[in-house]
């Protein structure tokens, strides 16, 4: 069943489009994998998705309802959450008080539930609850930033740069987390610069360049079209 559907997408900053006519389909419990070089709009487009960046025009739809009117606060009602880019993380709060602004719409009982699952993929945070978000390691800021948007109880869980500039080791606890999620039958959209690693676990992916999207298919059509690993997903050689 279909989840999330951008159609014709537009958006950008004043009168700036970073996405030009994105139209893509995301199915319930898979995981879709936005890739492409810097500055393609990958960003853009899950904070599009998410309500925090202006669309232009298009229709985004989840459900099968268009919620591009909706508050970006409303979608998280829906279901839609986002771990951004740079962690956004409230740097003067504790571990402890982020994940409770991530909890923040629900009854103190869920709260407490998602937080020990949230401990259990990330028993790290478990160590470190009363230091301030400011004061993690790149990997703890990551794991903190899904944590904090597990909390909300998402059915959509969009992850932008999942591994960039983590160790090695830090970036299997976040993918195990993904995997874990994926299990629970969350649906993820997880914006990668390690290709190889997205395509891994990725069951549907997007190539956008230039704010367009220039290719779209299985993760196992992208791993054997060496020509798209050549054209536009460079780093996935690198990363090999
Ligand atoms: N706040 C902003 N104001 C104006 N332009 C922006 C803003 N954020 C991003 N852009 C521009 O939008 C375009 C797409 O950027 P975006 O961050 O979405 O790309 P990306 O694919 O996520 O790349 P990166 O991996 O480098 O973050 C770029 O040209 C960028 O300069």
Redesign the pocket.
């Known amino acids: 069943m279909t989840m999330l559907q951008l159609e014709n997408m537009d958006c950008?900053?004043?009168a700036?489009h970073?996405?030009h006519d994105l139209s893509l389909t995301i199915e319930q419990g898979e995981i879709f994998a936005l890739l492409?070089?810097?500055?393609?709009?990958?960003?853009?487009?899950i904070?599009s998705i998410a309500g925090h960046?202006q669309l232009m025009s298009g229709a985004i739809r989840f459900d099968g309802t268009d919620i591009s009117s909706l508050s970006a606060r409303e979608r998280v009602r829906l279901g839609i959450a986002v771990a951004p880019?740079g962690r956004r993380l409230f740097p003067d709060l504790t571990i402890e008080e982020n994940l409770t602004v991530g909890g923040y719409s629900l009854s103190r009982e869920r709260e407490a539930v998602n937080r020990e699952i949230v401990f259990t993929l990330f028993p790290r945070l478990t160590e470190r609850l009363k230091q301030p978000a400011s004061t993690l390691s790149g990997g703890e800021q990551q794991m903190l930033a899904m944590g904090r948007a597990m909390m909300a109880e998402p059915r959509l869980l969009m992850i932008?740069?999942v591994s960039?500039g983590l160790m090695p080791k830090m970036v299997d606890v976040c993918y195990h987390a993904i995997n874990h999620l994926k299990s629970q039958g969350v649906t993820i959209l997880l914006?990668e610069?390690n290709t190889k690693r997205a395509l891994e676990v990725a069951d549907h992916v997007c190539v956008?360049e230039s704010?367009q999207s220039v290719w779209q298919g299985t993760a196992a059509e992208a791993q054997n079209a060496p020509d798209l690993i050549e054209a536009f997903l460079g780093m996935a050689k690198e990363a090999s």
């Open positions: 950008g900053y004043g700036f970073a996405v492409g070089p810097n500055g393609a709009g990958k960003s853009s487009t904070m960046v880019e932008d740069e960039l914006v610069q956008l704010g």
